[in-house]
């Protein structure tokens, strides 16, 4: 396995395999985000550089993916913003204004499933740092998406960003691997993400039922879901946890 970082700019094509190889990757609910609309399409038009695969060029085949975009940041806490939805449009803001960016932000990353299992969540953070590195930004902001946040739905993000283990590391597992990569916890936020939809819609997404007014627990989700019938509307703010990390000259290993 030879995988080499390549980005949108370079390669097109290579995004055509993207809904086979990554289906069912994400929760389905993931995909109906309320910023999506607006943004998600022009990622590929005004920032290619800063969208990139993990491509095992011996077998011919996409093995993760991440996306990014820069932003502004003077480098306080204060200047993180809510998360997720705010840094993409704040993104496209800057640009349009011809702000300098101050960090790379992280969208996501994913890994296909042929390839799970095998270290390759610290490959992406590095495909990270050289896409922040060929852009001059000395900082990759992450809003992390807790693995195991959906396991306590009710605790409030700030709270489970602070848990640790016996052994004093964090006790999310992708937290854990983000710190142990060089990254600070600098912030949480409850409202990273928004996604709202009709209620058909939510039960579709879901599997469940929501046959009155309220708060629901639901597979997957990070924090409960609005249900508000009269309204026909569900709504459902994904949390996260921002994670900073100094970009790394070149040559230079991550921790692992």
Not at 135 to 152: F, H, S
Not at 222 to 237: K, N, V
């Amino acid at each position: 396995m030879a995988l080499v970082v390549v980005t949108h700019e370079e390669r097109p094509e290579l995004w055509d395999r993207m809904p086979e190889r990554f289906a069912g990757i994400v929760p389905e609910y993931n995909l109906h985000g309320d910023v999506n609309d607006t943004y998600w399409n022009r990622l590929f038009e005004e920032f290619r550089a800063y969208q990139f695969v993990l491509y095992d060029d011996v077998r011919e085949e996409v093995a993760g993916t991440g996306r990014s975009l820069p932003r502004s940041w003077d480098g306080t806490a204060a200047d993180l913003g809510p998360g997720l939805d705010d840094s993409i449009a704040r993104a496209f803001a800057d640009r349009a204004a011809g702000r300098p960016a101050g960090a790379l932000c992280a969208l996501g990353i994913e890994v296909a499933e042929d390839y799970q299992r095998k270290g390759l969540s610290g490959l992406l953070l590095d495909g990270m740092h050289l896409v922040a590195r060929r852009a001059g930004l000395p900082v990759v902001l992450v809003p992390v998406r807790p693995t195991w946040k959906d396991r306590y739905p009710l605790v409030p993000i700030e709270r489970y960003a602070a848990w640790r283990r016996a052994d004093g590391a964090p006790l999310d597992p992708w937290i854990r691997t983000q710190v142990g990569a060089g990254g600070t916890v600098v912030g949480a936020s409850e409202h990273s993400s928004r996604i709202t939809g009709t209620v058909a819609e939510w039960e579709s997404w879901t599997g469940l039922a929501f046959p009155e007014d309220g708060d629901y627990v639901f597979p997957g989700g990070l924090s409960p879901l609005r249900i508000e019938r009269a309204r026909d509307l569900g709504s459902y703010w994904e949390p996260g946890v921002w994670i900073a990390h100094p970009v790394r000259p070149e040559g230079a290993a991550l921790p692992r």
